[in-house]
């Protein structure tokens, strides 16, 4: 079981406890948890891995995707603490936007049609590799630390 301490700490955020709430009810990513929490995903990333430092999420790479789930000793554990305090149930407002949004988010395949956009852009072959672009004059390159 992980550290008490943060447990606690780490489900006393409001923004955290919606991420729980929604991964209870299944394995999302970012881009996904994004479009539901309408937040961005420098600040989805850094509510999850502080979820993830106190070892109530997970990531699995699944190709480019990361996806973040709870295991199941984890799930067992914090769905009846959620309940004992009435969160499995609760009626509030963001909590049913977050669950209609869940639903939008799902239908729609957000991650497919993210998916899709990362595929649309420019390849990686086609840039200009940072080795052949020009520098400043007095500039030299690094990497070569032997003098040559």
Same mark, same amino acid.
């Given at each position: 079981?992980?550290?008490?301490?943060?447990?606690?700490?780490?489900?006393?955020?409001?923004?955290?406890?919606?991420?729980?709430?929604?991964?209870?009810?299944?394995?999302?990513?970012?881009?996904?948890?994004?479009?539901?929490?309408?937040?961005? %995903?420098?600040?989805?990333?850094? %509510?999850?891995?502080?979820?993830?430092?106190?070892?109530?999420?997970?990531?699995?790479?699944?190709?480019?995707?990361?996806?973040?789930?709870?295991?199941?000793?984890?799930?067992?554990?914090?769905?009846?603490?959620?309940?004992?305090?009435?969160?499995?149930?609760?009626?509030?407002?963001?909590? %049913?936007?977050?669950?209609?949004?869940?639903?939008?988010?799902?239908?729609?395949?957000?991650?497919?049609?993210?998916?899709?956009?990362?595929?649309?852009?420019?390849?990686?072959?086609?840039?200009?590799?940072?080795?052949?672009?020009?520098?400043?004059?007095?500039?030299?390159?690094?990497?070569?630390?032997?003098?040559?």
């Amino acid at each position: 079981m992980p550290d008490i301490l943060r447990v606690f700490r780490s489900l006393a955020d409001p923004t955290r406890l919606r991420i729980v709430r929604l991964l209870l009810q299944g394995d999302l990513c970012v881009c996904e948890l994004m479009f539901v929490l309408d937040m961005a %995903q420098s600040r989805v990333s850094h %509510q999850l891995r502080i979820l993830r430092d106190a070892g109530l999420v997970e990531d699995a790479r699944d190709g480019q995707w990361i996806i973040y789930h709870m295991p199941k000793n984890i799930r067992a554990t914090i769905a009846p603490l959620l309940a004992l305090f009435g969160e499995d149930n609760q009626s509030t407002g963001a909590d %049913q936007a977050d669950r209609r949004r869940l639903s939008a988010c799902l239908k729609e395949g957000i991650r497919k049609k993210k998916c899709l956009l990362v595929k649309s852009l420019k390849p990686r072959a086609e840039r200009t590799p940072a080795s052949t672009r020009k520098r400043p004059a007095g500039i030299k390159p690094q990497g070569d630390h032997h003098g040559n």
